[in-house]
Antibody
Framework: QLQLQESGSGLVKPSQTLSLTCAVS??????????WSWIRQPPGKGLEWIGY???????YYNPSLKSRVTISVDRSKNQFSLKLSSVTAADTAVYYC???????????WGQGTTVTVSS | QSVLTQPPSASGTPGQRVTISCSGS????????VYWYQQLPGTAPKLLIY???QRPSGVPDRFSGSKSGTSASLAISGLRSEDEADYYC????????????FGGGTKLTVL
């Protein structure tokens, strides 16, 4: 059974870079046909897709965040990462990682990790 | 402002059938699959419907999805107290909003 687990800094100062990692267990991140995504949810609000990386390494980002987002894969550790630069209070949210199974959607999700942007 | 539009709330009594709508455009729902996610309080979203009307293994057949034009709906029949949750629609978007877009979510209350 594939499982995803987010980890990273829970408190980030304004203007700094948020860094999160999603560890994949029970399967290989290099398996073809999947992409690996980040989604966030501000307190009391809805879901916002951040971006994803294909097994090939190609990346796609939300246009509204594109200038600040980097998603990468570390195949040796079977994990993928999110970096979001120049954060503000508006980036405070629960951040989820998820597997995207092509047309079958985001079928496996991590439990989420809370990130607060505050000085 | 979400790209896909959902009613903020819905409600029903146990045993009832409720529907939640999701409205989009030709660049998303009109030309791509629709997905529905259920988020129980304090938990991560869970895939409920994929490819417009398909249920993942383990999802009860009380949940069904449909799509027509640029709109989609999630129907829940035989409503149960454990169905009280937030429901989100999502779709791939071919425009500059995408690739993935979500609805703002609908909070379902079981009275």
């Amino acid at each position: 059974q594939l499982q995803l687990q987010e980890s990273g800094s829970g408190l980030v100062k304004p203007s700094q870079t948020l860094s999160l990692t999603c560890a994949v267990s029970g399967g290989s991140i290099s398996s073809g046909g999947y992409s690996w995504s980040w989604i966030r949810q501000p307190p009391g609000k809805g879901l916002e897709w951040i971006g994803y990386i294909y097994h090939s390494g190609s990346t796609y980002y939300n246009p509204s965040l594109k200038s600040r987002v980097t998603i990468s894969v570390d195949r040796s550790k079977n994990q993928f990462s999110l970096k979001l630069s120049s954060v503000t209070a508006a980036d405070t949210a629960v951040y989820y990682c998820a597997r995207v199974s092509g047309p079958d959607g985001m079928d496996v999700w991590g439990q989420g990790t809370t990130v607060t942007v505050s000085s | 402002q979400s790209v896909l539009t959902q009613p903020p709330s819905a409600s029903g009594t146990p045993g009832q059938r409720v529907t939640i709508s999701c409205s989009g455009s030709s660049s998303n729902i009109g030309s791509n699959y629709v997905y529905w996610y259920q988020q129980l309080p304090g938990t991560a979203p869970k895939l409920l419907i994929y490819r417009n009307n398909q249920r993942p293994s383990g999802v009860p057949d009380r949940f069904s999805g449909s799509k027509s034009g640029t709109s989609a709906s999630l129907a829940i029949s035989g409503l149960r107290s454990e169905d009280e949750a937030d429901y989100y629609c999502a779709a791939w978007d071919d425009s500059l909003s995408g690739p993935w877009v979500f609805g703002g979510g609908t909070k379902l209350t079981v009275l």
